[in-house]
């Protein structure tokens, strides 16, 4: 059975925002995975791939039970707004697991925790490259006690960059996989698309790989294909701006470079450069911003270590 859900959450001035998702409930007894999309409201990719799934499944196909809430930050994509909440300008996916009485973002992470991703057997969280971010392709998991389980759904996933993102040095704390992982729920953060384009070839990644995950898990009838060759990367050296300017960079998302090669260089609105950002370590350029306007501290480039 296929039912549409509202989860409501209280709004900032007394409204009441309603999230749409799904439950599809199959007819034999399962695993409960949880797949969530729009967390960045303008990754319009993996949204597109979590409202396709749910299109063409059949809930005869389903054992046990499958979530999926393809708009988590619905204010956010109604406003076209990138990477955060507009009403406090936090970002979601660094508010998990959320608190009950903190800032307005706070208050949202801890609704959808605990009424979505708490009580999961499985979480999938989908993304992609927000409106000025360029990105290659990958799934990040988190070291845990359920760390093997969660590699194994990145691996299920068949997108060939994984990143293991450590507890100690962690760059994204508060994010969805995060504040899983530590209740005991394996979970994995998929990126495919970027620049808040709709993009099919990046709707399909998104789309084999949660068929293939939800085949893996059991949770979906059909054969899983056997599992795929993936490259390994032990955490994040994540590059930011230490002024505003005008970030121009030397590569595409994908490129593999060596320690003290240049990724960009910054410049002033007059022209004059005032800075070469090069890279710290070896590592793969994963994501970049896009956007020359880039703010002081600003992300500059998400580079995945070897
Ligand atoms: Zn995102």
């Keep these: 059975m296929i039912t549409r859900e509202v989860l409501s959450i209280p709004g900032p001035d007394g409204s009441v925002i309603d999230i749409p998702y799904f439950e599809i409930v199959g007819a034999k007894p399962g695993l ?30 389903v054992m046990g039970r499958i979530t999926v809430m393809p708009i988590v930050n619905i204010l956010a994509f109604w406003a076209r707004v990138p990477f955060v909440i507009p009403v406090d300008n936090l970002n979601l996916n660094r508010s998990f697991p959320g608190n009950e009485h903190g800032s307005f973002t706070e208050i949202y992470a801890f609704h959808v925790f605990e009424k979505i991703i708490r009580g999961s057997d499985y979480l999938l969280d989908m993304h ?114 230490e002024r505003a300017g005008w970030w121009q960079p030397s590569h595409k998302p994908g490129a593999v470079v060596r320690a003290g090669e240049l990724l960009g260089t910054m410049s002033d609105p007059w022209g004059e450069r005032f800075a070469e950002i090069k890279a710290p370590q070896d590592g793969t350029v994963l994501f970049q911003t896009s956007s020359p306007a880039v703010s002081k501290d600003g992300i500059l480039v998400g580079l995945a270590l070897h």
């Design 128 to 241: 992609a490259g927000d409106i000025p971010e360029a990105l290659e392709p990958f799934s990040i998991f988190e070291e845990s006690d359920v760390e093997d389980k969660s590699l194994q759904m990145a691996k299920a996933y068949g997108i060939k960059h994984i990143v293991r993102q450590r507890a100690a040095g962690l760059v994204v704390a508060g994010s969805t996989s995060a504040a899983a992982s530590v209740i005991g729920i394996p979970a994995i953060i998929a990126e495919s698309g970027e620049n808040g384009i709709l993009d099919q070839a990046a709707v399909q990644l998104h789309l084999v790989g949660l068929r293939n995950l939800a085949r893996t898990l059991g949770v979906l009838t059909g054969e899983p294909w056997s599992a795929r060759e993936h490259i390994s990367y032990d955490g994040w050296n994540w590059l930011r701006a």
């Design 32 to 61: 409960h995975l949880t797949v969530i999309a729009g967390i960045h409201g303008a990754e319009y990719s993996s949204i597109a791939a979590a409202r396709e799934f749910v299109a063409e499944i059949n809930d005869e196909e």
